[in-house]
């Protein structure tokens, strides 16, 4: 196949009379990028899993910038929560550890201690809030600019001649 034959379609295997209208190979459910019958190529880009601390804490915090948990209310203890998430306490500590880095949590100690809502993404926390997310989608942004900046000016000079 390397003297410039194409290969067959992965549907062509199954009937023939579709060889001509089906992507080449590898297999379509593959994230290997393949060519489609027009000539362009599709690629499947993987899903983006959260790890189990970084999940928490998104659902507190989006509890608390739809402001179901209140200013000052408590959250309810790391058992409960972790009981609630299905995930181990340390876990549920993690995700604690992050929103009282944002700002967004206080943990006290003692008699009347716990986790408290500190203040909610409106009062102020939201460009760090914004600067959290971005931490953790850097390369999905650097990849958008990167394209916006190889398109925008295309598109700025076919807006300019018509």
């Given at each position: 196949m390397s003297n410039g034959e194409s290969r067959p379609s992965w549907r062509s295997l199954e009937d023939p009379s579709m060889a001509a209208h089906e992507p080449a190979w590898p297999h379509p459910w593959t994230s290997q990028p393949r060519e489609t019958h027009d000539g362009s190529t599709i690629g499947f880009q993987p899903i983006e899993h959260l790890r189990a601390h970084e999940y928490v804490a998104e659902q507190i915090r989006r509890q608390i910038s739809l402001k179901v948990i209140q200013d000052g209310e408590s959250l309810p203890p790391d058992r409960e929560l972790s009981e609630r998430f299905r995930v181990g306490r340390a876990t549920v500590q993690a995700a604690m550890r992050i929103l009282e880095a944002e700002r967004l949590v206080e943990t006290r100690r003692g008699r009347h201690g716990g986790s408290f809502v500190t203040a909610t993404v409106e009062d102020g926390l939201a460009m760090d809030y914004l600067m959290a997310r971005m931490r953790r989608d850097d390369e999905r942004i650097r990849s958008v600019l990167a394209?916006?900046?190889?398109?925008?000016?295309?598109?700025?000079?076919?807006?300019?001649?018509?």
């Open positions: 394209f916006r900046g190889t398109v925008e000016p295309l598109a700025a000079e076919l807006a300019a001649t018509r």
